[in-house]
């Protein structure tokens, strides 16, 4: 190859640069966008906050226990307490029942909604309306013992096929 090939090489190359640095930064957008994406769908149930109001009750992850080595045998959660206000970080000024405030804002994550055992014994009435509705169903199912039992009897002759 001669000087003037290898020039005319090296400034078509250079012509090219800028279109190729442009469709290397959409592939780039675009690649990226795509893994959020993947992310977000991976692991949306562990990014979905809820937003607690002032006035809602509250337990408090007890980090101090999660890093011990005997975390077994302690209390996993403090509380419960009551939601403050919201700092403009996202964090949560919390206070005991009694009005009495931390001293330290609580992140997100290390809360919990409190569930008060009228609300666990509401839950359990409403799955309790379900059982009944379901047995509801199967009473006004119309059983045919003439099909039940020749269904049972074409299952013993397949096990004496066997």
């Avoid at 309790?128 to 003439?146: A, G, K, P």
Wanted: hydrophobic share 35%; aromatic share 8%.
């Amino acid at each position: 190859m001669s000087t003037s090939d290898l020039l005319a090489l090296r400034i078509r190359q250079l012509m090219k640069k800028p279109d190729d640095i442009a469709q290397a930064a959409s592939l780039l957008k675009k690649t990226r966008f795509r893994s959020k994406e993947i992310f977000e769908r991976c692991y949306e149930r562990r990014l979905r906050r809820e937003v607690y109001k002032p006035g809602d009750l509250v337990l408090v992850c007890n980090k101090a226990v999660e890093q011990s080595a005997d975390r077994k045998h302690h209390l996993r959660y403090l509380g419960p307490f009551q939601v403050v206000r919201q700092t403009k970080g996202g964090s949560y000024v919390v206070s005991e029942l009694d009005g009495a405030i931390w001293r330290q804002g609580v992140v997100a994550f290390r809360l919990l909604p409190f569930i008060s055992r009228e609300q666990v014994e509401e839950l359990n009435w409403m799955d309790e309306d379900e059982d009944d509705e379901d047995e509801e169903d199967l009473e006004d199912v119309d059983w045919n013992e003439d099909e039940i039992s020749s269904s049972s009897s074409t299952d013993e002759d397949q096990e004496e096929d066997l």
